[in-house]
């Protein structure tokens, strides 16, 4: 690539070339991790009904790597990227760490922390006002967020002051990981997880993206230090479990760590997956007879894939590290139209919250299954009566993107439809792409064929930005990564 021959050429011709963009300096590295799971039981996040946690099956986990290049002692940029064992990572609950990240780091911007979750569905829960519950025996939501953020902070301070001169692979692999899990039938409607198997099924909704990107950091020796594995798949096979569970990417952390090294800190990333899930779609009976044989759980046979394509991207990237490279961070927030609200849909949602109204009046104890029902519907209603005195509103959203040599990483809050990480793969000018979903507080964004479709997670009370406002994000996602390339070099 073009900074690679600038570097050969001599210091006198790359002057002559500088442009606004970065170039090489010495990249450092650190990494490190920590267990987030609760010791009391606590509410699980990512269903409708009420869940308090049963048990650990897996511990939660939060893994960061923190890097940074320098001219001498002269510090170019820095990213700290942190995978978390969450669903979603609520906007206050990001600042919540950054504040607690400052403390411990006085001097480090902490606009250049981004935190990501996986998606799993059995994990604490992390936004406010969900859940009614039991006020002993259990973690308060308010408890356990403080506790996440002094946890993760702590790290974040750890793996930063651990910065050492290292160096850095990128590679790109395949496993089929993800099955979109919108079916679409003869009557053009569509169904998240709907049966495959009758005679009016014709085919599923949209793309499925089995990239398995990867990147290896070094500090000392030829074992990793840390490795990035972005999968365009959220880690919820086990979705519906009462245990404390970090889902497919426990088994994959730890064959990985039985492969490179008990240190091996592993920063899992979900790339564009708002339609995608883990979950068998067809071909079933065969797909579970060959995991039987293999002797294999669910969680096992997902890990012996995501394993299989780490290795066959190692194999080939390992002696193509880099430890000048440019390193460019750049944050920018956004605004998005957001989806506006039907009359139609208004109704369907004042009716919903009735509804749930009317069971918890029958029953009190139905608040338990119905509150969250009942605020996800009354979401919708708030959003249009502000329509009434905007028309046109926006939702303001923080995305990053971080080139690291020939590679950018790049984040949105939402669960992101897969066709829209596909467009920001195919425009970018990296070398390579990895794209971060849910860096944020979630809610699904759906392609204007899933809102055709219908069905949860293309209707108006799963999302509150569009398919207009997932093309402005896309747009400028791109507009960003390019802007630290010149001329595509």
Same mark, same amino acid.
């Given at each position: ?181 919108? !079916? ?7 169904? $998240? =997880?709907?049966? #495959?198997?009758?005679?009016?099924? +014709?085919? @599923?909704? %949209? ?64 790339? !564009? ?7 068998? $779609? =067809?071909?079933? #009976?065969?797909?579970?007879?060959? +995991?039987? @044989?293999? %002797? ?64 918890? !009046? ?87 064929? !899933? ?39």
């Amino acid at each position: 690539m073009f900074w690679r021959s600038l570097t050969a050429l001599g210091t006198g011709i790359v002057l002559a070339f500088l442009s606004p963009v970065a170039w090489g300096g010495q990249l450092y590295v650190g990494a490190a991790a920590t267990d987030i799971t609760p010791e009391k039981p606590a509410a699980l996040s990512g269903q409708f009904h009420i869940r308090i946690s049963t048990g650990v099956e897996s511990p939660v986990t939060a893994n960061v790597v923190a890097i940074e290049t320098r001219d001498g002692d002269r510090s170019i940029d820095s990213a700290v990227v942190v995978s978390c064992d969450v669903v979603v990572i609520p906007s206050d609950v990001l600042e919540m760490v950054r504040q607690e990240t400052a403390k411990r780091l006085p001097d480090l911007d902490t606009q250049k922390i981004f935190l990501a979750a996986t998606h799993t569905h059995t994990a604490p829960e992390l936004r406010l006002g969900n859940w009614i519950l039991p006020k002993e025996g259990v973690t308060q939501v308010e408890e356990y967020r403080s506790f996440f953020a002094e946890r993760i902070a702590e790290a974040i301070a750890k793996a930063w002051k651990a910065r050492k001169p290292g160096s850095v692979a990128w590679g790109l692999s395949h496993a089929v990981v993800a099955y979109n899990r919108r !079916a679409v039938y003869a009557d053009g409607s569509a169904r $998240m =997880y709907g049966p #495959t198997n009758g005679p009016e099924f +014709r085919g @599923l909704e %949209g793309y499925e993206d089995h990239d398995i990107g990867t990147m290896f950091f070094w500090t000392d020796g030829d074992s990793p230090l840390a490795a990035i594995v972005n999968v365009s798949c959220p880690s919820q096979e086990v979705e519906s479990r009462r245990a404390v569970n970090a889902d497919y990417w426990h088994p994959v952390r730890a064959a990985l760590q039985e492969r490179y090294g008990k240190g091996l800190c592993v920063i899992g990333l979900c790339g !564009a997956a708002g339609d995608q899930s883990p979950h068998l $779609m =067809y071909r079933k #009976t065969a797909e579970e007879r060959m +995991r039987e @044989l293999r %002797g294999l759980d669910r969680l096992n046979e997902i890990a012996r894939r995501i394993t299989a394509a780490v290795d066959d991207a190692w194999a080939a990237v390992r002696d193509d590290r880099h430890t000048d490279v440019p390193l460019v961070h750049k944050a920018e927030t956004v605004a998005l139209p957001m989806r506006l609200v039907t009359e139609a849909e208004y109704a369907e949602a004042k009716a919903g919250v009735d509804a749930a109204v009317a069971k918890i !009046a029958k029953d009190p104890k139905a608040a338990d299954s119905e509150n969250r029902r009942m605020k996800w519907y009354q979401a919708t209603v708030d959003r249009f009566e502000r329509q009434k005195t905007d028309p046109n509103p926006m939702q303001e959203t923080e995305i990053h993107a971080v080139r690291i040599g020939d590679a950018v990483v790049c984040t949105n809050q939402f669960e992101l439809f897969t066709d829209f990480g596909i467009q920001i793969k195919g425009r970018s000018k990296a070398e390579q792409t990895f794209v971060v979903q849910l860096a944020g507080p979630g809610t699904y964004l759906p392609t204007a064929r !899933a809102v055709k479709g219908g069905h949860y997670s293309a209707i108006v009370h799963s999302n509150h930005v569009g398919p207009e406002g997932g093309q402005v994000l896309v747009d400028k996602t791109v507009e960003l990564i390019d802007s630290m390339w010149t001329d595509g070099k």
